[in-house]
């Protein structure tokens, strides 16, 4: 038997963003926007701006009241196929081509759009809903008056507005802190800005933090200047002017100084003025509306229907030809056009949207993948045929929990089994006489030791200082909060920092006897293991970011007036910073090998001179408004010279639960994986490894570091050379290649059995994702759990999102949400197969139930020379498309030809639903054949048996056409089930009991004879038991793969 030939997917075009970056719409001036321009914000004066800025309400409704009507009607009548039975419809009011009664027409239709009318309407309600409750939030300002609470649509740029600690600034504006309760900062909650759950420090504007009471605000004469509203959340730049001061007071602002909306006060409480409001919210620019997803199963049936409009047109042109074009032959055109119009099935659309609503409802049901979402039920159907599956890798993965596991001095290595060495070190080194032995008199062996102990110690205080780790005590039930913080309880201290990397880091010292106690936003606190506690001054901070890879601190020991500048980051930052050694980049190598994140620390010691040098460029730097980063920049890096270097911390992200397995059963399903991280190279590799993502056996082409065009043209061919080998590449040679030979690239890499990119940026995720799509037609799956894998997940075919550590980002933008990444296999293998497989089969069945009625009507009107006219009247032609046949084939959504236990046993099954053998040009050939060869069984034989009598003809042949479309339903359906059996039973019942009813169309009395009931069976019997034959001997002969796992 041949192949199937599968439909050529049809590939959208690229698409552009409609969102105006200068307002709602082009014609933005209307909403109190016009081009987005730095302010000047007086504090507590919104009356004195100088421009006019949106109001403060959110509005994610898609139409109003006046607009939902034609705008709902619009987005139904764009579309060909709805366009046509509107056409359809209304042509019945033209007298010369009325064929029927009006309701035969517009009832179908009218259901239909009065189910969408009221789906869009609920969800339109439901918009409106949410919008209302969060543009009525209600929050404290301050005024001449007092605290006065206003809400959320009220507040204007300049107001003083008061967020207490659980505050969620869902849409309260963005913020610039200028009083902050004790102890001078506050921490946000930011997961649903851009993913990260670790809690983040700000910081307020330090003059007005000076200021006796809140309400004194109001009497300074004091304005921000911020700058034009834009979409990065991770940079502000603006400054602080107090003009009534002696003398005027500036101070800069940045990042640190802002609450941007979407954000959550997590501690503390703050006053801030407002900067921005409305559509020039960071969280609102940075929303751009996610794509519509059309499934590629949808396209292939709008193609099919395109066919049978074919089919329409030329059927109704060689009617009017068979009567050699006679009168108004153009009018009969219209009216044949007309007469066969059930050759395209207008319950087609509604079957299937009924159906994907079914297949959602069985994924969210699963109780073996709880809390599964369906966001997205418009294309269950597209998880069952995935071929390329891109993964994110830290939290998708992994678990994102960090286990310290390394410590590297260079000359001494110490793991897990040794760590007790490292806490005798730092415990030898708190403990000791400082008057002890010289280092003259000391035996060598001793000062060996002194030595290691004496490194060991700075390196392990190094870790406990450079960090943006805070501890926050909290009530426990025995101690509450406040005595807690006093004398630094143990059991009540939580740690909270911007990354997982740091707390694993900081619970590692506190495991070797160097704990980490206090923090605020001068100072820090350290215990040793004797108890004493070790007073630091926090002098400055310079954050992590992805451009820098390393963050430092200055701090002044306040025993000794010490000032040290700490600093650690990536090793491909940090080698240039350090002083000359010839162990660094082997040890990074060796331990990134064996999966371990590594951090260079380092230090410097400063003087006094060089650090107040330093401060006065540094302060300078802060406050200019051009180029501020730049500059702030250049300060910094004149200090990281010639540091010295102190360790190699490793740190290990362990593997999500049930990976491996996943991994394979994706694998053994067809299904190549890439993997996409920001992740080293090293440290990718291994995770790749350790994975079963690359088999042990399987040979690993790294794509080495290129630059040039010629040096991407010589790696390309020394990889062409490589069969059957994984493919490691880093973003930089990734880059350089798609600019250059994209074609060549991407026809190398799709032969690729799996792929790591690491290094990869989220717009190179994306980028990938998309030409997948286009070099390969193929289907893509894209998962990923923190707000860096939100592009990816939305341009891919089916999106992913795993709710993590990184918040819910990616699965609030993802078609499908899991709780855990094993549940992918289950979703692919059972759910998205089935929806699939009884998609197709629903489709077809639907269009063969049209065909089987709209060739009898053509070959009536063919032998029945006297008039044009509708074989089935009235309700006749209504209830066959419902009541008489849509809960028996409607059944076919409950069908499954193997348990999902061997669907997940046996996962190449899933294989071969990726040629799409289960909907094609093949089968929808047999599909047509067959609804041919029934309907003109049925109609001849009719004609056969007919008596005296036309309306005889209308009985036997109705009959023995809803017989034989349920006898076809038990033919096609894999499985019985009870639903199944209802259905039938229940259809039948309906049409014999709708009999009575049914005189003005069918003869009761005649029904009721001997005659009418061997006739049916006839007819019946000759349309359905030749196929019944057909089946059984192709299941006898050539059983489908899944029947030897059945039997």
């Known amino acids: 038997m041949t192949d199937n030939i599968p439909l050529q997917p049809v ?127 209600i929050y404290s300002k301050l005024s001449t008056r007092g605290t006065v609470k206003v809400k959320s649509s009220g507040i204007q740029v300049g107001d003083l507005i008061i967020v207490e600690k659980g505050c969620v600034c869902f849409h309260l504006a963005s913020v610039t802190p200028l009083v902050l309760s004790f102890p001078g900062s506050c921490f946000l909650r930011t997961d649903q800005l851009d993913g990260e759950t670790d809690w983040k420090l700000r910081l307020p504007v330090a003059c007005t933090q000076r200021l006796p009471t809140a309400a004194d605000l109001l009497q300074i004469r004091s304005y921000v200047y911020a700058e034009e509203p834009n979409i990065d ?292 606190q350290l215990r040793t293991p004797a108890g004493q506690i070790l007073n630091f001054t926090i002098l400055q901070i310079f954050p992590f970011t992805y451009e820098s890879k390393r963050m430092g601190i200055i701090v002044r020991d306040d025993s000794t007036g010490e000032i040290t500048f700490y600093m650690k980051g990536a090793d491909v930052v940090m080698a240039g910073i350090v002083q000359y050694n010839d162990w660094l980049e082997e040890e990074c190598g060796n331990m990134a090998r064996e999966g371990l994140r590594v951090l260079v620390v380092s230090k410097k010691s400063l003087t006094e001179e060089q650090y107040q040098d330093f401060e006065a460029r540094y302060i300078q730097a802060k406050l200019s408004v051009h180029d501020r980063s730049l500059k702030v920049a250049t300060v910094i890096e004149s200090l990281e010279m010639e540091m010295e270097l102190l360790c190699l911390t490793g740190v290990e992200d362990q593997l999500q639960t049930d990976v491996r397995p996943t991994l394979e059963i994706l694998r053994n399903a067809g299904i190549k ?112 759990d923190g707000g860096n894998d939100v592009s990816m997940i939305q341009e891919a075919d089916c999106g992913v999102g795993v709710e993590g550590k990184e918040g819910k980002q990616a699965s609030l933008a993802a078609d499908f949400s899991v709780t855990q990444f094993k549940h992918l296999g289950r979703l692919l293998m059972v759910h998205g197969r089935n929806s699939y497989k009884r998609s197709a089969a629903l489709s077809q069945f639907v269009i063969h139930r049209s065909l089987c009625i709209s060739t009898m009507q053509v070959e009536h009107n063919y032998m029945v020379p006297f008039g044009l ?89 109705f009959t023995s056409l809803i017989l034989t479309e349920l006898l076809m339903v038990a033919l096609t359906v894999q499985t019985w089930h009870g639903l199944m059996i209802i259905g039938e039973l229940l259809s039948l019942a309906c049409y014999v009991a709708s009999l009575v009813f049914l005189h003005e169309f069918i003869d009761v009395y005649f029904i009721a004879t001997v005659s009418f009931l061997w006739k049916v069976t006839v007819i019946t019997l000759v349309s359905c038991l030749p196929l019944y034959i057909l089946k059984y001997l192709r299941r006898r002969f050539s059983p489908p793969s899944y029947s030897k796992l059945t039997s």
Not at 374 to 385: K, N
Not at 507 to 517: A, M, N
Not at 879 to 903: C, N, R
Request: glycine letters at 6%.
């Open 11 to 137: 590939r959208r075009p690229k698409r552009h963003d409609n969102k105006h970056r200068n307002g709602c719409c082009p014609w933005s001036r209307c909403c109190g926007m016009g081009d987005f321009r730095p302010r000047t914000v007086w504090l507590g004066h919104p009356e004195k701006r100088e421009q006019r800025y949106p109001r403060n309400v959110i509005n994610n409704q898609k139409s109003n009241f006046f607009t939902f009507l034609p705008a709902v009607l619009f987005n139904q009548f764009k579309y060909f196929y709805n366009l046509y039975f509107l056409l359809l419809a209304c042509s019945q009011f033209v007298e010369e081509l009325r064929l029927g009664a009006l309701y035969t027409y517009w009832v179908p239709l009218g259901l239909v759009l009065i189910v969408t009318i009221m789906r869009e309407a609920v969800e339109e309600i439901r918009c409106y809903l949410r919008d209302k409750e969060v543009n009525s939030q």
């Open 233 to 524: 959340i991770h940079n502000f730049i603006g400054t602080f002017t107090r003009e009534d001061g002696d003398p005027p007071v500036n101070e800069s602002l940045s990042i640190e100084n802002t609450l941007w909306a979407s954000t959550v006060v997590a501690s503390g409480t703050v006053v801030g003025v407002v900067i921005y409001t409305g559509k020039e919210l960071r969280s609102v620019m940075n929303t751009s509306n996610p794509r519509h997803k059309v499934g590629l199963f949808d396209l292939e049936v709008n193609c099919l229907t395109k066919i049978l409009f074919g089919a329409l047109v030329v059927v109704s042109l060689v009617m009017v030809a068979l009567q050699h074009f006679a009168g108004r032959w153009y009018l009969q055109i219209f009216r044949f056009l007309l007469l066969f119009s059930h050759i395209v099935p207008i319950s087609l659309r509604v079957n299937l949207d009924m159906g994907k609503m079914v297949f959602s409802w069985m994924i969210k049901k699963d109780s073996k993948i709880p809390g599964t979402v369906v966001r997205a039920s418009t294309i269950p159907e597209q998880l069952g045929r995935i071929s390329y599956l891109l993964t994110d890798k830290t939290g998708t993965l992994t678990q994102n929990e960090m286990v310290f596991r390394r410590l590297h001095l260079g000359t001494v290595a110490y793991g897990m089994d040794s760590m007790d060495e490292v806490q005798s070190h730092v415990f030898s080194a708190y403990t000791q006489p400082t008057h002890d032995l010289p280092a003259s008199r000391a035996p060598a062996a001793t000062k060996v030791r002194k030595t290691i102990s004496s490194r060991v110690h700075e390196a392990v205080k190094a870790i406990a200082l450079v960090h943006n780790v805070t501890p926050v005590y909290e009530s426990n039930g025995v101690t509450d909060q406040a005595e807690a913080e006093q004398h630094y309880e143990d059991t009540c201290r939580v740690y909270q920092a911007s990354s997982p990397d740091e707390v694993s880091l900081v619970q590692w010292t506190e495991s070797v006897g160097l704990t980490l106690v206090g923090r605020d936003q001068s100072s820090m």
């Open 673 to 784: 994986v890439w993997m996409l991280t920001g992740d080293k190279l090293e440290t990718a590799t291994c995770t790749a490894k350790n994975a079963h993502l690359i088999t042990r056996t399987q040979d690993i082409h790294i794509f080495r570091s290129v630059t040039t065009r010629g040096e991407a043209h010589l790696e390309l061919n020394a990889f062409r050379r490589k069969h059957d080998c994984a493919l490691v590449i880093s973003g930089d040679s990734l880059e350089v290649c798609l600019k250059y030979y994209e074609y060549e690239f991407m026809e190398l890499a799709c032969q690729c059995p799996a792929v790591v990119c690491c290094r990869c940026t989220p717009t190179q995720k994306a980028q990938i994702v998309r030409l997948l799509q286009e070099r390969t037609g193929k289907l893509t799956c894209a998962v990923g």
């Open 869 to 957: 006219f509708p074989l089935y009247q009235g309700f006749l032609i209504i209830g066959y498309s419902t009541i008489y046949t849509m809960f028996p084939v409607f059944s076919l959504v409950l069908d499954k030809d193997v348990k999902s236990e061997v669907a997940m046993l046996y996962p190449e099954l899933y294989k071969d639903l990726l040629k799409g053998r289960p909907l094609s040009y093949k089968t929808f050939l047999i599909w047509v054949i067959i609804s041919i060869y029934q309907g003109s069984i049925i109609m001849y034989g009719a004609l056969l048996l007919f008596e005296s009598e036309f309306v005889h003809i209308v009985a036997i042949s």
